[in-house]
């Protein structure tokens, strides 16, 4: 163990041991958060850097998917192979789309097959109320997948019974309809989502058909309370050129069902258990229709993935600060034709007659983790420890710091170090055809981030800027000497990732007090990231091609006749090359600028809108060879019939703005806690 982990974990063990004060389970805090049962979002994280897209900002975004809503957050980078959720990867501060913890609800949904399904969740956009990004290495609470980061889908409960339906019609005959509604009596809450889109694709081979379907329930109080979550998602889509250029007639299929219940209890010690389940089907073809297939090719891909897991959290509040420990035993398996070692007891495919699951690879997943929190007037400090194993690597510890100052009543300085791991997908371990081999020797990837930044807090004027540094060691790349050769899965990688961002927004509708002014809201953000890796000589195929400057603003304004609109332009620079296809030349990623509005008007019960997607027609590529589309228009109309508030006390998870927790909360006190 080194020095600094001793260091580290000693004064958290040592606190854990503490005899705990009586009659004390609560804090006096500068910033608070109403929650009841379910600790969830806004992250009442005051020593990181987390962006949160609430639920106001989602719904006035040009945008019909998650993917597109995250384009534009700091330090996030969205490689879309195809628009309109399709397909895209998901990675923070230059890592790469497997180094992404995933979370709905604080439940872990991340794909052990490969990150590239990660973003393939069962709820609809229309059922999400805000989106946490939490940026920077965070394996000592949230296990091994946070290696540089985590994103939290949260979904609402509703206060009263409401009913809403939506439909949306777009070239290439794309159209997106959905409907969701909800009610509350007594203690239980529970609110669906179904949502179905399609498109005929906007070049050959582009076409999928994509069905949600999510549901939320909770029965419970302040005090004791039990939410289940259940969804399914059916994503087909026509892939050409999606992970080859050489093979423009791909398709994948790929099928996902969730389910989890947490209960949680206490009122001065407070215990949450949690249960859940995941299974994801996936079916790659390298060609869509098998009969067209060259006499090689043997058969498509199909994997079927499961992870079940638990865990305990217990936390104690403290005269000054509180303790949070956990547990949590996790397994991931997979059933493939492909992918894992080969087994004699076979299992078949379910609606592929003739195809056998001939492969599989189950791994256990311990995680024992500590954080003690300290909070002494303007100073806080949280300082953790994650104990982790898997059946196939031994026993490792990950610590972790977070500390912070406020000055006044609106500045907060914050500086943190966390070490972070993630062990490799079955992909990297297994996967084999002629152009990639994997390595089933592989080494967890392991991370050192420092970060340091402020934040200012406003109801006018809010931003906050940070910088931060990461030493990445056996890092998984896929590399080759020349490109003659296949790619192959090795943890040659040693990387360091230098970056910064800032980001703000102005309320100037708060500022003028005066509702018919035009200009309402001003939000603006750029984010920087450079690395350095030992490559020795290798080609690499991901890890160097990271988001090098992204800058976006985004401007909402009310228009004559009250029409309002939301103007986003994003401004994106990626790092390194690919080879074209088929001229097999080096071009470096150029970088590209896009502009985006959506046009909305209300009218009774109705909101009428139109998007406009890439206004100006750029050309571009998030991925080598595979251009995005054009200038699309898309119109819509969604229509809400909702129940007037009922009298009496407010859901328990009833989220209030920044303004309203300033002035009800002033000089209360509240307990706080967190998903992160």
């Known amino acids: 163990m080194k020095a600094w982990q001793i260091l580290i974990l000693f004064p958290v063990l040592r606190l854990c041991s503490l005899p705990l004060p009586a009659q004390r389970d609560t804090l006096h805090l500068q910033e608070v958060k109403v929650v009841g049962s379910q600790p969830q979002g806004p992250l009442p994280v005051p020593d990181r850097l987390v962006s949160v897209i609430s639920d106001t900002l989602l719904r006035g975004m040009p945008v019909m998917s998650l993917q597109e809503a995250l384009l534009a957050v700091p330090g996030v980078d969205i490689r879309q192979r195809g628009p309109e959720g399709v397909q895209a990867d998901l990675s ?28 393939n969740v069962p709820v609809p956009l229309s059922a999400i109320t805000s989106v946490e990004v939490l940026k920077g290495g965070a394996s000592r609470l949230l296990g091994p997948d946070a290696f540089a980061g985590a994103v939290n889908l949260v979904t609402a409960l509703p206060q009263t019974s409401f009913l809403s ?8 005959g794309y159209y997106n309809a959905g409907i969701d509604g909800g009610g509350r009596t007594g203690l239980f809450s529970v609110s669906a989502s179904l949502r179905h889109s399609a498109s005929a694709g906007y070049r050959e081979n582009t076409d999928f058909a994509i069905t949600q379907m999510f549901l939320r329930g909770h029965y419970g109080n302040d005090h004791t309370s039990l939410d ?11 892939a050409n050129g999606f992970y080859s250029p050489a093979f423009p007639d791909q398709y994948e299929r790929y099928r996902s069902g969730l389910g989890a219940l947490r209960f949680t209890s206490g009122r001065r010690i407070r215990y949450e258990q949690s249960v859940y389940w995941r299974r994801g089907r996936d079916e790659f073809r390298l060609f869509r229709n098998r009969d067209e297939a060259p006499s090689w090719y043997k058969e498509h891909n199909y994997h079927r993935t499961d992870i079940t897991g638990t865990e305990l959290k217990v936390l104690v509040p403290e005269r000054f600060g509180r303790t949070t420990v956990g547990l949590e035993v996790r397994q991931e398996a997979i059933l493939s034709n492909v992918l894992g070692e080969p087994s004699a007891d076979s299992v078949p495919v379910h609606g592929a007659e003739g195809v056998w699951y001939d492969h599989r690879k189950r791994r256990n997943i311990f995680s024992l983790y500590a954080d003690q929190r300290i909070l002494t007037g303007p100073f806080s400090a949280s300082a953790g420890a994650l104990l982790n194993r898997t ?20 500045w907060r300085f914050f500086a943190a170090i966390n070490q972070s791991l993630r062990y490799p997908t079955f992909t990297e371990l297994y996967y084999h055809s002629p152009v990639n081999r994997g390595n089933a020797a592989l080494l967890p990837e392991e991370a050192l981030t420092a970060e340091a ?21 056996q890092l998984i790349d896929w590399i080759r000497i020349t490109d003659t050769l296949p790619w192959l899965a090795m943890n040659h990688t040693r990387m360091n990732t230098l970056g910064a961002e800032f980001s703000g927004q102005l309320d100037i509708a708060a500022w003028r007090s005066n509702p018919a002014y035009w200009l309402l809201e001003i939000r603006f ?22 988001l090098h400057h992204q800058a976006a603003l985004q401007i909402r304004n009310r228009l004559p006749g009250g029409i309002e609109a939301t103007w986003q332009f994003i401004l994106r620079d990626r790092a390194g090359s690919y080879q074209s296809y088929p001229s097999a030349v080096i071009t470096p990623y150029k970088p590209y600028f896009l502009a985006n509005v959506r046009i909305s008007y209300h009218i009774w019960m109705m909101r009428l809108f139109v998007d406009i997607s890439n206004i100006f027609n750029t050309s571009y590529v998030d991925i080598g060879n595979l251009p995005m589309p054009g200038i699309r228009v898309k119109g819509g109309v969604r229509m809400e019939v909702k129940r007037q508030k009922a009298e009496g006390r407010m859901n328990d998870e009833c989220r209030m703005s920044k303004e309203e927790e300033s002035k009800s909360q002033k000089g209360r006190k509240v307990r706080r806690v967190s998903n992160f």
């Open 92 to 119: 923070l501060r230059g890592g790469t789309f497997d180094q992404v913890l995933v979370m709905i609800d604080g439940i872990k949904v991340s794909d052990p097959q490969t990150g590239h399904h990660d973003l």
């Open 165 to 172: 339906t939506d439909v949306t019609f777009g070239q290439h």
């Open 228 to 238: 289940l979550l259940g969804g399914w998602l059916d994503k087909g889509f026509g």
């Open 391 to 410: 059946g196939d690597y031994d026993w490792k510890l990950y610590g972790g710091l977070d500390m912070g100052y406020r000055v006044g009543q609106r």
């Open 453 to 473: 930044g402020i934040r200012k807090e406003g109801m006018v004027l809010a931003g906050k800027a940070g910088l931060f540094y990461r030493r990445g060691s």
């Open 525 to 546: 953000s750029y984010a920087f990231a450079t690395a350095d890796k030992e490559s020795n000589g290798y080609l690499s195929k991901y890890a160097m091609d990271y």
